[in-house]
């Protein structure tokens, strides 16, 4: 993920036939990298809620308009189950607040560094 000059990469170990069956179905799928991973994409500036944490493929909020990522993490402020998540990392994204940004950090409603909008250039190598 790049945000202005900054590059930064993670690798998910994840075992499919392409990444294309992984996220084709929208079917959520797990990892397992944890929130702090996941924040050092986008550097000291990220910000999520630290309620919930759920990550993966195609993971969305329990409700639908709320925020969603292919890949990615959310977070939710106030419900262990994620039923109103208003932050995210990740690619693809979507959803309240800022549905216009499609790849970096949202956060809004408290999260742990502030309200955040950063856009990212996303990066995907499949191997």
């Known amino acids: 993920m790049k945000i202005g000059q900054q ?14 069956s992984l996220i084709a179905d929208g079917q959520y799928r797990a990892t397992s990298l944890g929130r702090d991973t996941w924040k050092t994409l986008i550097g000291p500036q990220a910000s999520v809620h630290v309620a919930c944490t759920r ?32 932050s995210r990392i990740g690619f693809g994204t979507g959803g309240y607040p800022h549905n216009g940004n499609t790849c970096g950090n949202t956060a809004m409603d408290g999260p742990d560094n502030g309200d955040k909008n950063l856009e990212a250039m996303g990066y995907i190598l499949v191997q």
């Open 55 to 86: 990550e993966g493929f195609n993971v969305v909020s329990d409700i639908h308009w709320l925020s969603k990522v292919r890949i990615g993490l959310l977070g939710n402020r106030d419900h262990p189950d994620c039923k109103d998540s208003r």
């Open 7 to 20: 590059l930064k990469f993670i690798v998910i170990n994840k075992q499919a036939n392409s990444l294309y």
